[in-house]
C-alpha cells in the first residue's frame, strides 16, 4: 500500500521511544531514553524539550498539565509547566542492572509498563508491572529480557507483549485480574527480526517495529502477517496511531541505545506515516476509563 513519510522532529534522539498522541490536546508526545529528555508537538507546531534526569523507557498522559513518567529510578509524575519530577514508587530500587521500558494505559485507566536490563540481554532481569490510579502497584509478570509493545486490542481484553525474546506473546487481559491464556501471536523469528514498540488500531490490527529489518509490520487479529512497510532508516523503535482522524502512524527510531548504533542521516528521527489505510484508537488517559 502507498505511504507517505514525513520527518517530524527538528533534532534526532539517540534511542528515540514512547510516541504518544493526545487526541483531547492535539499534543503528540514522545521520548529519547538513552540521551533522556521528553518532547512535545503542541497544537501549533511548537516542540518543547524536558531534560530527564535518568534514562527513560514510557509516558502516560494525566492530564493537561501532568504525565507519568518511567525512568531508571521508578515511576514518577511530571509537570510539564513547573518542570518538577515527583517520585511515585521504585519497583526496583536495588536494581542498578535494569531500567524502566515500555509501557501504556489500559482501557481502565492502569498503567501497564516493564523494565529491562540495561546491557544484558540474555537474562530475564526485568519484570511487568501495574500500577492503579488508587495507589496500588502488580507485579504482572517477571523473567523478561526486555519489555517492549505492550498494547491492547479495541475491547481491551487481550494483552501483546514482547519479552526480547523475538516473539509476541498474547494474554487474555482482565484490569482486575492476572494476565491469563499466555500464546505466542506472531513469532517474528519467522521474518528475521524482533520486535518493538507495538500499537493496535480500530480494526484489532497490530503494528509492530521490527528493529531487524527496518520496517514496520501490520499483523491481523488472527496472528497473520497483514502488510509490512519499509522504513527509510534501519532501526524504527516504537508506532503510535495520532493525528486528528488517528489515520498517521508516528515511527520513532534509533541512532544510540547502547547495544545498537546507526549513522544514517537520519536516524533518531521522529516520522509520521500517511495513508497507512487503517485509523487508530484514542490513548486512554491514566486514572479515565476508556469505553470504545
Known sequence: MP???EVISKT????????????DSGRLFWLDSYDPHLYCLDSEGSIQQHELPAMVGSLAVIDDSRVLLALQTGLH???LST???ALIYDPEPNQPETRMNDGKVDRAGNFVFGSMGVT??????GSLYRYRPS???????DDIIVSN???FSPSGDTFYFTDGRRRILAYDYDPNGPLTNERVFFDTNKIGSASDGCTADAAGNLWTALISTGEIACIDPEGRLKDRLEMPIPLPSSVNFGGSTLSTLYVTSIRNSGNRTDDHPLSGHLFALHNVGEIGLKEPKFGTLTSL
Open 83 to 85: 518542570r518538577e519530577l
Open 149 to 151: 509493545g505492550p498494547a
Open 3 to 5: 505511504t507517505n513519510f
Open 135 to 141: 495507589g496500588e502497584f502488580e507485579t504482572l509478570r
Open 120 to 125: 544484558e540481554r540474555t537474562v530475564g532481569l
Open 12 to 23: 534526532p534522539c539517540q534511542l528515540g521511544e514512547g510516541p504518544l498522541w493526545d487526541q
Open 77 to 79: 509524575e511530571y509537570h
